[in-house]
């Protein structure tokens, strides 16, 4: 079983910047695909940020040059950096670690980031 613990959310202003902080625990995530989605009451969880095992990220378009994802194999750690912060980032914030052997997919519990125009 693996525990995901997100961190780092919070209230800022439009431009702002914040980093938002995954931790694991039971298991080294070296092995797993990890990924940001985010959620807004009503709508579905939108995909973010994934990076492989290899260290390859994608993003999707909204976050393009603004976000970065990043992860720290030996502390079990995956940050995302967001710059240049608007409104319509404001979500809950989730992490998520896709294992492929077995294939199973851990969330964490989600954190608040709301941006104020």
């Known amino acids: 079983q693996v525990q995901l613990v997100e961190s780092g959310g919070g209230l800022v202003q439009s431009g702002g910047s914040l980093t938002l902080s995954c931790a694991a625990s039971?298991?080294?995530?070296?092995?797993?695909?990890m990924r940001w989605y985010r959620q807004t009451s009503g709508k579905e969880r939108e995909l973010v940020a994934t990076?492989?095992?290899?260290?390859?990220?994608n993003y999707v378009d909204s976050v393009k040059g603004r976000f970065t994802i990043s992860r720290d194999n030996a502390k079990n750690t995956v940050d995302l950096q967001m710059n240049s912060l608007k409104p319509d980032d404001t979500a809950v914030y989730y992490c998520?670690?896709?294992?492929?052997?077995?294939?199973?997919?851990?969330w964490g519990q989600g954190t608040q980031v709301t941006v104020s125009s």
């Open positions: 998520n670690a896709q294992f492929d052997w077995p294939r199973v997919n851990y």
């Open positions: 039971g298991r080294p995530i070296i092995s797993a695909t």
């Open positions: 990076i492989t095992t290899g260290g390859i990220t």
